[in-house]
């Protein structure tokens, strides 16, 4: 009597089947597992990517003074506004609130406008944007020239980088750069004094196409002019 009976051929066939399944499962699991994972680049890393491959960028941000440590923590001053920037050094720094003012360079001359006051400051961008923190984000990509950086740990998911000025004159003793994903979200500088500017960026856009004439500074009418 043969023993291939239809039930039997059915139950064999349904055990296979679930066999199979089982087995597709199990080498779908083992494939995944042996496949090499990316590593998470650290703030360093990051960093240098965004310096290499960012040319221009602009976007908003927050910026709040603080002072003290842990629960003494206050606030002194908040501003708000926008910023674009094009490498190296042209920027645009435009404080909206509580007051309106400009900062800007056409990679030449740094123009200040203080608006309530119509009064513009002239100075020559030379060597100063080098140790100071508007390098960080606008500078030339030779940022290891003027700073000592490291590694700073993870806080809230965001990676952060310490930037030590390697100038012993500059006003900034310590500069923190907080990364996401590739991109600036936050940064903290600290004086001598014990202040700590915090900045928050938002709406962060990385090379966008900006006009040819961007960042050329046009004299407000009827303003004031201080050179230095």
């Known amino acids: 009597m043969s023993i291939f009976k239809p039930g039997n051929m059915l139950n064999r066939t349904s055990v296979l089947s679930v066999r199979i399944s089982k087995l597709a499962t199990l080498v779908a699991a083992v494939s995944v597992i042996s496949m090499p994972t990316v590593a998470h680049a650290n703030a360093l890393e990051q960093f240098k990517r965004f310096v290499t491959e960012t040319r221009s960028a602009r976007g908003e941000f927050n910026q709040r003074m603080v002072k003290g440590e842990g629960d003494k923590l206050r606030v002194s001053s908040q501003s708000s506004g926008t910023f674009a920037f094009s490498r190296p050094g042209k920027f645009i720094w435009n404080y909206k609130k509580p007051y309106e003012q400009v900062l800007q360079s056409d990679g030449n001359n740094m123009y ?37 950086l490291s590694d700073a740990g993870n806080k809230d998911g965001i990676d952060w980088l310490q930037a030590i000025p390697k100038a012993k004159d500059t006003q900034f003793e310590r500069i923190g750069i907080g990364l996401r994903d590739g991109l600036p979200v936050g940064m903290e500088l600290r004086d001598s004094f014990g202040q700590v500017s915090v900045i928050n960026f938002t709406r962060f856009e990385k090379n966008p196409s900006l006009p040819a004439n961007q960042f050329k500074f046009v004299m407000p009418k009827g303003a004031d002019l201080l050179q230095q």
Not at 139 to 144: A, I, K, M, Q
């Open 112 to 148: 200040i406008h203080d608006q309530d006051l119509n009064q513009v400051t002239v100075r020559a961008l030379g060597n100063a944007i080098g140790s100071s923190p508007a390098a960080i984000l606008f500078g030339s990509n030779d940022l290891e020239k003027n700073f000592t």
